[in-house]
């Protein structure tokens, strides 16, 4: 089976894709990738900020992991074969959050970095993250370069250098370490730990048995929250749950919250670059609520400005705030490398997806739970109110907004060219009784109707499904919009 090297890496299925001897091809190419001369070696204006001005090292390349079965015993594969290249390897000692380990790459000025993780994926599967020099997510033509390199080597009959990892080890050329204590001293540059000791909160964070385990926990010593963890122990097959962020996840910590261990709870995902919340009646506050509340109090707390970015995906509320802020708004497409676009060129404020990665001004261009989770307890703490109040004042400012997502399995990929222009040509004039005011193709198709509702119908990039969004006025308008979603897309298929 071909590797395909695509904009978010590599993911498959452990020992029937996802194998040592497929990986250490990979880990060749993204070596002789990153060698080569048309790897893109420009630092961010972050980068100069933080770095002092000093380009990345052309031959450091950091390498972290996550809690997935033998995450460990890949990260240790991968090293030896950049260390057999020639690269420097910064090894994370343990487990790590992607973001942390973004971080890591920014921070020590590495040229690139490699994450091994498949996210929020099942447990049955494991991947390659790529990251840039800038701390985010390689660039899609860097992503591409790697995968010319894989064809390459594979015509050429090239195999992998291979280094002893004790060699490794006592030439210095694989050196381990801890990627914490930086991202920590980071995170206390943009989280008010002050205002948290001020109001210590009591709540619940639910790890999903992923790399995100202890670290807001940790972070948050001394402010005197008290904090109940859950799902924080080592579980390679994540407790049978697909460690994903969503409301249908999370009864583990609903029932922590409704046996009283806490009044919220923040959850991480897989690899901790999502976020997800549960308030205090054990009701899910999705992402679109949480960048919402982040952007209203950046602005109106902090008193901080810039551009807004969300996905094709996100709530239209952000929309409504950066209106009132009068603050640029921009829309991509699904994917954070498109939001992280934006930050490496001009002064975001927040961008953020459906999914759960979200970032904001300062921070690395990339979608950390943690953050995310340690800004949300700020805010709890600032407002002195619960998180359903908040979310219910929220509402009543910008909403109402509700929400919903259908994912149709298919049993063969669909071309989204051809979807597209026929989703776009049999546009309804209306869905619920709302007439339909404007038609995007910027990602999928996508009808925005004159109230501000819309039905988003797209191909996933990663899986045989047609993905149905809605987000509507009232409850009755997403389930027209679902209903008419679900109707046209068994007639795309």
């Not at 029932?255 to 308030?279: K, L, Q």
Request: net charge negative; charged share 25%; with cysteine.
């Amino acid at each position: 089976m071909p590797i395909h090297f695509g904009t978010d890496g590599w993911r498959a299925v452990i020992s029937d894709s996802f194998t040592f001897d497929n990986l250490r091809i990979v880990a060749q190419a993204i070596a002789d990738a990153v060698d080569s001369e048309h790897w893109d070696k420009r630092s961010s204006p972050l980068d100069k900020a933080g770095n002092g001005g000093h380009a990345p090292d052309p031959k450091k390349i950091v390498v972290g992991f996550d809690t997935r079965f033998l995450s460990d015993r890949f990260a240790g594969e991968v090293a030896r074969v950049l260390a057999a290249n020639g690269f420097t390897v910064l090894l994370a000692q343990s487990d790590s959050p992607t973001p942390a380990i973004s971080y890591a790459v920014k921070h020590n000025r590495a040229i690139a970095g490699v994450m091994i993780t498949a996210s929020h994926n099942a447990p049955r599967y494991n991947g390659v993250k790529l990251k840039g020099a800038f701390g985010g997510s390689a660039l899609p033509e860097q992503c591409r370069r790697v995968e010319v390199y894989i064809n390459d080597n594979e015509e050429q009959a090239r195999g992998p250098n291979l280094m002893d990892f004790k060699k490794a080890r006592e030439a210095k050329l694989i050196q381990k370490f801890n990627p914490l204590p930086a991202y920590f001293d980071h995170l206390r540059t943009l989280i008010n730990t002050d205002t948290i000791a001020d109001n210590p909160q009591r709540f619940v964070v639910d790890a999903m048995f992923g790399s995100g385990r202890g670290v807001i926990k940790s972070f948050l010593q001394g402010t005197g929250c008290e904090i109940s963890e859950i799902r924080g122990e080592m579980n390679p097959g994540f407790g049978g749950v697909h460690p994903e962020p969503i409301a249908k996840n999370l009864g583990a910590l609903a029932s922590a919250i409704s046996a009283g261990m806490g009044t919220f709870g923040v959850v991480t995902d897989g690899d901790a670059d999502r976020i997800g919340a549960m308030d205090e009646r054990g009701t899910f506050v999705d992402p679109h609520k949480i960048m919402a509340l982040s952007l209203k109090y950046l602005v109106e707390k902090r008193g901080w400005n810039g551009a807004v970015v969300r996905t094709v995906s996100t709530t239209r509320m952000i929309d409504r705030l950066a209106k009132r802020y009068g603050l640029k708004l921009y829309e991509t497409p699904v994917g954070f490398n498109h939001i992280a676009d934006y930050m490496l060129q001009e002064d975001v404020l927040i961008g953020g997806e459906e999914s759960g990665g979200i970032s904001f001004k300062g921070h690395i261009p990339e979608g950390d739970g943690p953050i995310m989770g340690l800004l949300l307890v700020e805010m709890i703490a600032q407002s002195e109110k619960t998180l359903h109040g908040m979310v219910e004042e929220l509402l009543a400012d910008v909403g109402p907004a509700y929400y919903e997502r259908t994912d149709l399995r298919l049993s063969r990929p669909v071309a989204k060219k051809e979807m597209t222009e026929f989703l776009t040509n049999q546009a309804p004039t209306e869905i619920g009784g709302e007439q339909v005011a404007e038609v995007s193709q910027r990602d999928g198709v996508k009808y925005i109707m004159a109230d501000d509702s819309w039905l988003l119908i797209r191909p996933s990039g990663t899986e045989p499904v047609l993905r149905v969004y809605a987000e509507g006025r009232t409850q009755a308008m997403v389930k027209s919009l679902l209903g008419y979603g679900e109707q046209v897309a068994k007639s795309v298929v």
